[in-house]
């Protein structure tokens, strides 16, 4: 599994630099062993999912932005408070 920070240089990420991070995420979860007879059919298979797993992804990290974005517009003390999911939940099932 691949950790990293994304640098925002005092600014924000697009939803598709969310989206790819969160795909990478989900992707490299499946773990292959070089040795399998089809490893390299297999990891072929990772990149096609891993790209339409972002792909999917895109609209739903569009969404929650906005969101958040007019939430702390007028709610900026949410910032400081635990993010809740659930507000999110319906959208991404």
């Known amino acids: 599994?691949?950790?990293g920070v994304?640098?925002?240089?005092?600014g924000t990420h697009p939803p598709e630099k969310?989206?790819?991070q969160?795909?990478?995420q989900i992707v490299d979860a499946i773990?292959?062993?070089p040795t399998y007879v089809a490893y390299e059919a297999a990891l072929q298979g990772k990149n096609v999912l891993r790209d339409k797993v972002r792909?999917?992804?895109v609209g739903l990290h569009g969404q929650v932005q906005s969101r958040e974005r007019?939430?702390?517009k007028n709610y900026m003390s949410r910032i400081i408070q635990p993010l809740d999911p659930s507000d999110h939940i319906d959208e991404a099932l």
């Open 18 to 20: 969310w989206a790819e």
């Open 22 to 24: 969160s795909a990478d």
């Open 6 to 10: 994304m640098i925002t240089n005092g």
């Open 55 to 57: 792909d999917a992804l």
């Open 31 to 33: 773990q292959l062993e």
């Open 1 to 3: 599994m691949k950790v």
């Open 70 to 72: 007019d939430l702390l």
